[in-house]
C-alpha cells in the first residue's frame, strides 16, 4: 500500500504541475518569459508521472517505464530546443520609459533582408518581466518614427508615413487594446 500512496502522491503533483502549465500556455499576465515556465513544467510533470509509474511496478516493467521515461524527457528537450532555435531573438531599436514601464521598437527578423519591425509594451525585470505587442509592422515597412506615452494607460505609435495609431494598456495584466496590425507598408 505505501507504493501506491506514492505514486498517487506522485500524480496529483503532475496534475498540479500540468495545470501551472497550462496556466502558463495561457498567460494571463502576459509574461514575457512564459514559454520557458512551460517548457520547465511540462518537463516536471513528465518526470513526476515516470516516478509515478515507475514506484508501482517492479523489475523489468520498472526500467521499461524509465526508458519510456528517458525517450519522453529527451524528446521534450528537443522540441523546446528547436522552437527557441526558430523563434530567434528580436533586437532593441529604441526605448522610451515612464516609470517603471518602457515601450520599446524592436526589429523582429534581424538577419532577414526586410526585417519586420514591432512596438511592444515592457514592465518589470527579471523571470517576471511582462511584454505585450502593441503595434506589429509589416515587411518592407520602416521602423516606426516615433513612440510615446499619452497617458499612464495610453500609448501611441507614429509610423514613417504619418500614421498614428493609439492603444489602451491595462496596468496590471499588460493587455492591449487595440493591437495595430497594417496590411499594407504604404497606408494606415
Do not use: K, N
Request: neutral net charge; hydrophobic residues 55%; proline residues 5%.
Amino acid at each position: 500500500m505505501p507504493r501506491l500512496r506514492r505514486a498517487v502522491i506522485l500524480a496529483v503533483l503532475a496534475v498540479i504541475v500540468g495545470g501551472l502549465a497550462a496556466l502558463a500556455v495561457l498567460d494571463p499576465f502576459h509574461l514575457r518569459h512564459a514559454r520557458w515556465f512551460t517548457s520547465g513544467l511540462v518537463l516536471v510533470a513528465i518526470l513526476l508521472m515516470t516516478a509515478a509509474f515507475a514506484v508501482i511496478v517492479r523489475g523489468i516493467g520498472r526500467a521499461l517505464v524509465l526508458a519510456l521515461g528517458a525517450v519522453a524527457v529527451l524528446g521534450w528537450v528537443t522540441v523546446v530546443w528547436l522552437a527557441s532555435q526558430v523563434a530567434g531573438v528580436d533586437r532593441e531599436v529604441s526605448q522610451v520609459a515612464d516609470g517603471g514601464r518602457r515601450l520599446v521598437v524592436v526589429e523582429g527578423a534581424p538577419y532577414a533582408i526586410d526585417p519586420i519591425y514591432a512596438v511592444v509594451i515592457r514592465s518589470g525585470s527579471g523571470p517576471f518581466e511582462q511584454e505585450s505587442v502593441v503595434y506589429q509592422g509589416v515587411e518592407q515597412a520602416p521602423a516606426p518614427s516615433g513612440v510615446r506615452f499619452v497617458d499612464p494607460d495610453t500609448v501611441e505609435v507614429r509610423t514613417s508615413g504619418g500614421c498614428l495609431y493609439r492603444s489602451e494598456v491595462e496596468a496590471v495584466t499588460l493587455a492591449v487594446d487595440p493591437v495595430h496590425r497594417p496590411l499594407r507598408a504604404d497606408g494606415c
